[in-house]
C-alpha cells in the first residue's frame, strides 16, 4: 500500500539553528512529493515539490527538500529557523494511477525557540 | 483574486441534522477535492472531481455526498450528520492532473453533538 509517514510528532529547534523535518514514502514507481505547511487557524499553503530532476528541490520562505530515492525519504530542511516557522507541516505523495489524488502524512509541529 | 473560499467556517450540528459546506474558487482550475483533518491523522481525501460534471470517491467517503455545481463551485454534503464527522473540512483546487500543488481554503469547523 501507497503511504507516507512523518516520524516525529515534534520538532523542536531554536532561533537561527538548522532544522530538518522528517518524511519517508513508500509508493510504486516513480513519486510525486510535496509539503505544505499550516498554521494556527489557516488552510496548508504548498511549500515545494518534487518531480523530477535534480535532488535538491527549492521551495518558499527559505525550505528546500532532498529527495533520496535510496532511503524512498524526502526531508525538509531550512539552514536557519525563524520563529515564524513554527506551524504544522505535512508531507504528502501523489498517488500512482490516481487523478492528483495525494497522501498526507500525519504531520510534525515544528516549534521554534527565541 | 480570493483564490479558495469556504462557507461556513464554523458549523455546531445535532446528530441527524443536515448541511452542506460550499466551496468555490476564481482561479479557473479544473481539479477540485474536499479533505477532513483529524488530529494525527494528517488530511484524508473524502471526494474529489477531477473535472467539471465529474466526482469520485476519495479515501472516506461515507455519510457524504458531493456536486460540482460548475467549474468554480464544489459543494459537500451532509446527509444525516454523525458525531464521527466531527473535523475540520478543507476544500482545494489544482489545474488538473499534472501532478501540480494544491491550493487550499481556510477551512470549515464542523462539530456534531
Known amino acids: 500500500a501507497q503511504s507516507v509517514a512523518q516520524p516525529e510528532d515534534q520538532v523542536n529547534v531554536a532561533e537561527g539553528n538548522p532544522l530538518t523535518v522528517k518524511c519517508t514514502y513508500s509508493?510504486?514507481?516513480?513519486?510525486?512529493l510535496f509539503w505544505y505547511v499550516q498554521y494556527p487557524n489557516r488552510g496548508l499553503q504548498f511549500l515545494l515539490k518534487y518531480i523530477t530532476g535534480d535532488n535538491l528541490v527549492k521551495g518558499s520562505y527559505g525550505f528546500e527538500a532532498e529527495f533520496n530515492k535510496s532511503q524512498t525519504s524526502f526531508h525538509l530542511k531550512k539552514p536557519s529557523a525563524l520563529v515564524s516557522d513554527s506551524a504544522l507541516y505535512f508531507c504528502a505523495v501523489r498517488l500512482l494511477g490516481g487523478y492528483n489524488k495525494l497522501i498526507f502524512g500525519a504531520g510534525t509541529r515544528l516549534a521554534v525557540h527565541p | 483574486n480570493a483564490g479558495v473560499t469556504q462557507t461556513p467556517k464554523f458549523q455546531v450540528l445535532k446528530t441527524g441534522q443536515s448541511m452542506t459546506l460550499q466551496c468555490a474558487q476564481d482561479?479557473?482550475?479544473?481539479?477540485m477535492y474536499w479533505y477532513r483533518q483529524d488530529p494525527g491523522m494528517g488530511l484524508r481525501l473524502i471526494y474529489y472531481?477531477?473535472?467539471?460534471?465529474?466526482?469520485d470517491k476519495g479515501e472516506v467517503p461515507n455519510g457524504y455526498n458531493v456536486s460540482r455545481l460548475n467549474k468554480r463551485e464544489f459543494s459537500l454534503r451532509l446527509e444525516s450528520a454523525a458525531p464521527s464527522q466531527t473535523s475540520v473540512y478543507f476544500c482545494?483546487?489544482?489545474?488538473?492532473?499534472?501532478?501540480?500543488?494544491?491550493?487550499f481554503g481556510p477551512g470549515t469547523r464542523l462539530t456534531v453533538t
Open positions: 482561479m479557473n482550475h479544473n481539479s
Open positions: 482545494a483546487s489544482s489545474e488538473g492532473n499534472r501532478g501540480l500543488e494544491q491550493y
Open positions: 472531481s477531477a473535472s467539471e460534471g465529474t466526482t
Open positions: 509508493v510504486s514507481g516513480n513519486p510525486y
